[in-house]
C-alpha cells in the first residue's frame, strides 16, 4: 500500500519537483501513523499468546516483561522498522517535498517483509 501511495504522489509531482503537492501525501501518513502502532502491538499479542499456547507448557505463562524482551529479540528490525517510519520518516517527508515522500514510500517495493 506505501509503494502504491508512493508511485501516485511521485508521479503527479512532475512540473516543480520541489514545490508540488498532492492531498495523499498528507493523508496517508494520517493513515500509516496508527497502522504501524496496531501493527506493533498485534505483532506483539501474537507472539505472546503463540508462546503460551505452543507445545501445551503446564508451566505458567511467561510474564509480560519477558515475553517483550523475547519479542523484541525476535522481531527487532521489524519493530525498529516501524518506529523509524513513525519518528523519522515521516516527520522528514512534511517538511522535505511530497515527491520526496513520495520517493520514500517507493522504497517500501524493495523490502520483504
Known sequence: MASTAG???????????INDQHWLA????QFAVPYFIYDV???????WHRGQ?????VAPPP?????AGSYLRKDLLMVLH??????????VAAV?????GGWGHLR??????
Open 108 to 113: 517500501d517495493v524493495g523490502t520483504p517483509w
Open 7 to 17: 508511485y501516485i504522489i511521485s508521479s503527479s509531482c512532475h512540473d516543480d519537483v
Open 53 to 57: 499456547v505452543k507445545g501445551h507448557e
Open 82 to 91: 516501524h518506529a523509524a517510519m513513525v519518528l523519522v520518516c515521516y516527520p
Open 96 to 100: 522535505s517535498g511530497d515527491v520526496r
Open 26 to 29: 498528507g493523508a496517508y501518513p
Open 41 to 47: 502491538y498485534a505483532m506483539f499479542l501474537c507472539h
Open 63 to 67: 510474564s509480560l516483561r519477558a515475553a
